[in-house]
């Protein structure tokens, strides 16, 4: 399973940035699917999830500001982040589970000028 994050980049406080993240190599809707993020020096730590049913929850962080959402006809998971703080800065990763496999693949930079 290949996984390929795209979408970051500088933007300024109170913007809005969209991510995507392609899987390749199965078979994209029975993964539950995640995004994550890693700020230099600080642990990784989770953005948010969405279930191969379509299942949601998010980081108190970042509720009422970012969505997650997937489309099976793409193979693709979004990330949708609004109203942008300098402190969402940081490397955001995805991830595909099922059991007890978990792919990630190489992670997008998101950094918030203030």
């Known amino acids: 399973v290949q996984l390929q994050a795209s979408g970051g980049g500088l933007v300024q406080a109170g913007g809005s940035l969209r991510l995507s993240c392609v899987v390749s190599?199965?078979?994209?809707?029975?993964?539950?699917m995640g995004w994550y993020r890693q700020a230099p020096g600080k642990q990784r730590e989770l953005v948010a999830r969405?279930?191969?049913?379509?299942?949601?929850n998010y980081a108190d962080s970042v509720k009422g500001r970012f969505t997650i959402s997937r489309d099976s006809a793409k193979n693709t998971v979004f990330l949708q982040m609004n109203s942008l703080k300098p402190e969402d800065t940081a490397v955001y990763l995805c991830?595909?589970?099922?059991?007890?496999?978990?792919?990630w693949g190489k992670g997008t930079q998101v950094t918030v000028s203030s």
């Open positions: 190599g199965s078979v994209f809707r029975i993964y539950d």
């Open positions: 969405i279930s191969s049913g379509f299942s949601t």
């Open positions: 991830d595909a589970r099922r059991g007890f496999n978990d792919y």
